[in-house]
C-alpha cells in the first residue's frame, strides 16, 4: 500500500456514505430538525439537564455552535435554559415535554435511515464496523 490508493478509496467511499445519510436526514422534516439538533434532544433526554459546555464535549460542537443549535430548540419550545441557583452565571439546558415528543418522530425516522444504510449488513459485519470506527477513534484522539 504504498502509494496509499485503497485508503483514498477508502476515504471516498465513506464520504460518499456521509453525504447520503445526511441527505437522507434531510430529506426528514419534523418542523425544520436537524441532525444536530436531534442529537441535543437525544442527549437531554438520556442525562438530563447538561450545561452548554458539556453538551458541546458530549457531541463534539463548540459552545457557540451548541449555543445557536439550542437557540433554535428553545424558540420551538423543545429546550428549556434554566440558570444555576448558586452561581447564575451557570446555564443548564434541559428537555420539555414537547422536546420528548418531537424526540419519537425523530427516533422512529433514525430507525428507517439506519436500516436503509445498515440492515442488510451481518450481525458479524457490523461488529467489525463498530470495532474499526472505535479503533480510528481511539486513534485520532490520541492525536488531538
Known amino acids: 500500500m504504498d502509494d496509499h490508493r485503497n485508503l483514498f478509496e477508502l476515504e471516498e467511499v465513506a464520504r460518499q456514505l456521509y453525504r447520503r445519510m445526511a441527505a437522507a436526514w434531510n430529506k426528514f422534516d419534523e418542523k425544520g430538525m436537524t441532525a444536530p439538533q ?62 420528548r415528543q418531537v424526540l419519537g418522530a425523530i427516533r422512529e425516522q433514525r430507525k428507517v435511515n439506519i436500516n436503509t444504510f445498515f440492515g442488510a449488513l451481518t450481525d458479524e459485519d457490523i461488529h467489525h464496523l463498530i470495532r474499526i470506527y472505535k479503533d480510528i477513534l481511539a486513534k485520532t484522539d490520541k492525536k488531538a
Do not use: F, H
Not at 437557540?71 to 420539555?96: C, P, Q
Open 38 to 99: 436531534g442529537y441535543i434532544l437525544e442527549k437531554l433526554e438520556q442525562e438530563g439537564p447538561l450545561k452548554v459546555s458539556q453538551m458541546a464535549e458530549a457531541l463534539s460542537y463548540s459552545a457557540g455552535a451548541i449555543t445557536t443549535l439550542s437557540d433554535k430548540l428553545i424558540a420551538s419550545g423543545y429546550v428549556e435554559r434554566n440558570r444555576d441557583e448558586a452561581d447564575r452565571r451557570v446555564v443548564y439546558l434541559s428537555i420539555t415535554e414537547e422536546g
